[in-house]
């Protein structure tokens, strides 16, 4: 099955720029999409973007947009979050995941097959 694994996670200061990423191995071939999504202390798990892995198509949050940029190179299999102009409230563990199935919508947590263990990315004031 596909395993994923984030990285780039760490701490850093307000305002400062990190890149995220996730390497997908597995039978990449039946992914149709991945997205990056992220849970802080005591709250749900959000939805940042996700990207069509075929198609480089992106959806993403209209409040983050500007701030947060989604990318895959699928022939390294990789997908990376590109964050800008960090906050505090940005704060959480950031997940990838992925969809190997058709009929699905971005921002449906429920919508995705497979997981990363997460990277934690701690904004400090």
């Known amino acids: 099955q596909v395993h994923l694994v984030e990285g780039g996670g760490e701490l850093v200061q307000a305002g400062d720029s990190l890149r995220l990423s996730c390497r997908v191995s597995g039978p990449t071939g039946t992914i149709q999409s991945m997205g990056w999504f992220r849970q802080a202390p005591g709250k749900e798990r959000d939805h940042v973007a996700t990207?069509?892995?075929?198609?480089?198509?992106?959806y993403d949050e209209d409040s983050l947009k500007g701030r947060f940029t989604i990318s895959r190179d699928s022939g390294k299999n990789r997908l990376y979050l590109e964050a800008s102009s960090l906050k505090p409230e940005d704060t959480g563990v950031y997940y990838c995941?992925?969809?190997?199935?058709?009929?699905?919508?971005?921002?449906?947590?429920?919508?995705?097959?497979?997981w990363g263990q997460g990277t934690q990315v701690t904004v400090s004031s």
């Open positions: 990207i069509g892995w075929k198609t480089g198509k992106i």
């Open positions: 995941a992925a969809i190997d199935h058709g009929g699905w919508t971005a921002g449906v947590r429920e919508d995705y097959d497979y």
